[in-house]
């Protein structure tokens, strides 16, 4: 099966795939010791969320969780003030399946009829606010990674069937061919020459949460591959990957600006190019300053980017941002700065417009 978009499965009848109660005996609390007080903190992480079981039951989750397709499932988070995370698609496709409740005491997350495209991270944590401003509170917070197991899909499906990856040298690059059975037995392989790409545990890994790693991601990797996958059945193969390799360098945006005419006429239009050079996918924040700012004066702001090859597997990206004057006037004379900033920093870069 080649990377199938997400199916909707029908829904379980009463009793199947039942999940059994869990009876937990509680023991009385004992002082701390001092030594208990450096339990690790992942353990610690987990006490505000657990998973309501049958009867009104509960169980706190572990790191991972396996439940089969179809099931629902019910989260609760401790707190009055609960932000929850969870696979994006199901945001992206504004999924009716799942609905968040925050009540007095906790929050509550339903998935209903479950499908293997849900796997993955479902975490939550409490917000401390004051005013209109909150922050995440490090000390309780719960994580759990979900694989909903579907022997017909044992890769995640995503919504595409090719994907590109940038391999940077600087940083580890994934591909995310992910499975929703966790003991599958999952292979990488190159379309062309075709054949499979050893992983040795230490340059290439696999990691069933994350997918493919490479450690230190070189131009010899880059070209079209796709995983396979073994568990109890016919091998199943993920949707295809393209790997660009990828070299510019690091820094604040490498920046240019360019004004159509630095001595404009009265009533012309008038646009002011500001451009940057960089990685595929970093994104770039554009700011500009006018002479007209401050008295309100009217202009247009346009930003968009695309990508160029620049040959031998190189690939650029290139961002603009575009400052419009529609009926240049003596109060658009003077300088105007754009200011492109990146993870690295930014960079300031200026031009004059006069008139004729």
């Known amino acids: 099966v080649i990377g199938q978009p997400a199916k909707t499965k029908r829904p379980k009848e009463p009793g199947e795939n039942k999940i059994k109660p869990v009876n937990k005996k509680v023991k009385p609390k004992t002082p701390k010791m001092k030594e208990r007080e450096s339990v690790d903190s992942s353990l610690k992480s987990q006490s505000i969320l657990t998973q309501v079981m049958d009867k009104g039951h509960f169980q706190k989750l572990a790191a991972t969780l396996s439940l089969a397709a179809g099931q629902n499932i019910e989260l609760r988070c401790k707190g009055n003030n609960v932000t929850w995370n969870y696979p994006s698609y199901l ?10 409740k925050q009540l007095d005491r906790y929050s509550q997350l339903v998935l209903a ?8 991270e479902y975490s939550c944590w409490l917000q401390l606010c004051n005013g209109n401003k909150c922050r995440k509170d490090e000390t309780k917070t719960g994580s759990t990674y979900i694989f909903f197991t579907d022997k017909e899909e044992l890769f995640v499906p995503t919504p595409s069937y090719f994907e590109i990856v940038y391999l940077n040298p600087d940083k580890p690059a994934v591909i995310p061919c ?3 059975t966790p003991s599958a037995k999952v292979t990488l392989h190159r379309e062309f020459p075709a054949e499979e790409i050893e992983t040795d545990g230490t340059g290439i890994i696999y990691d069933a949460k994350k997918g493919f790693v ?3 991601p070189t131009s010899d990797h880059k070209g079209i591959v796709y995983c396979k996958a073994e568990s109890q059945g016919a091998p199943q193969i993920s949707i295809k990957y393209h790997l660009l ?11 240019t600006i360019a004004v159509s005419s630095s001595r404009a006429g009265l009533s012309h239009r008038v646009h002011v190019v500001c ?3 960089g990685e595929p996918d970093v994104d770039v924040n554009f700011r500009w300053q006018y002479p007209g700012q401050e008295s309100g004066r009217p202009v247009i702001i346009q930003n968009f980017w ?37 993870l690295q920093g930014e960079t300031t870069v200026a031009t004059k417009a006069e008139p004729k």
Do not use: M, W
């Open 275 to 277: 451009t940057v050079l």
């Open 178 to 180: 992910r499975v929703t």
């Open 245 to 255: 390799y990828v070299e510019v360098p690091k820094g604040p945006p490498s920046t």
């Open 113 to 120: 009829n479950s499908t293997a495209a849900d796997t993955g």
């Open 306 to 342: 695309r990508l160029i090859n620049r040959g031998i597997g190189h690939t650029t990206r290139i961002s603009k941002s575009v400052l419009l004057v529609e009926d240049f006037e003596d109060i658009d004379v003077g300088n105007y700065v754009c200011i492109a900033q990146n």
């Open 91 to 100: 945001d992206t496709f504004k999924d009716s399946r799942l609905s968040i």
């Open 214 to 216: 490479f450690q230190h």
